[in-house]
């Protein structure tokens, strides 16, 4: 299976858990394809059959600037292609900003459902006051992952 990895980075700490995440889906005999800087057409050449948004959240709850180009081009299109996919979130955020926690997660939530991407898992949440190794934090829920895109 072909596991489109999307990452949204300020500091770099979202990037690695998307590159830690691909590597885990390479161990496990899938295709995994991350780039950080990804645009649709990129996408659709890899021509993904399941999503994992790995995004932190910046400001008010938005997503970082690295992600904001393609999530705009995939809203536009909104590809039918990808409708029925399974797919799933990794949100990275601190909590003591109450309610934008995890924000850039919720829109890549709300993105997925527009497209019809079935979610697989509940998001993860990694908050940044409680871990300081989310790329092992998230090996568990990503373990879970595998096992249901496998079947």
């Given at each position: ?79 039918a292609a990808w409708r029925g996919l399974p797919g799933a ?63």
């Amino acid at each position: 299976m072909k596991v489109a990895i999307l990452s949204g980075s300020v500091y770099g700490t979202a990037e690695e858990v998307a590159r830690h995440a691909e590597s885990l889906f390479k161990a496990a005999g899938f295709e995994a394809w991350h780039a950080a800087r990804a645009t649709l057409q990129d996408l659709q050449g890899f021509a993904p059959e399941a999503f994992l948004a790995v995004t932190s959240t910046t400001g008010m709850g938005e997503l970082p600037d690295n992600l904001v180009p393609l999530f705009s081009e995939i809203r536009d299109v909104l590809p039918a292609a990808w409708r029925g996919l399974p797919g799933a979130v990794i949100g990275l955020g601190d909590s003591s900003y109450g309610d934008t926690f995890c924000g850039g997660g919720e829109q890549m939530r709300e993105l997925f459902a527009e497209l019809g991407i079935n979610e697989v898992q509940p998001m993860l949440r990694l908050d940044a006051s409680e871990t300081v190794t989310p790329e092992t934090d998230a090996e568990p829920w990503l373990a879970d992952l595998i096992g249901k895109l496998r079947g």
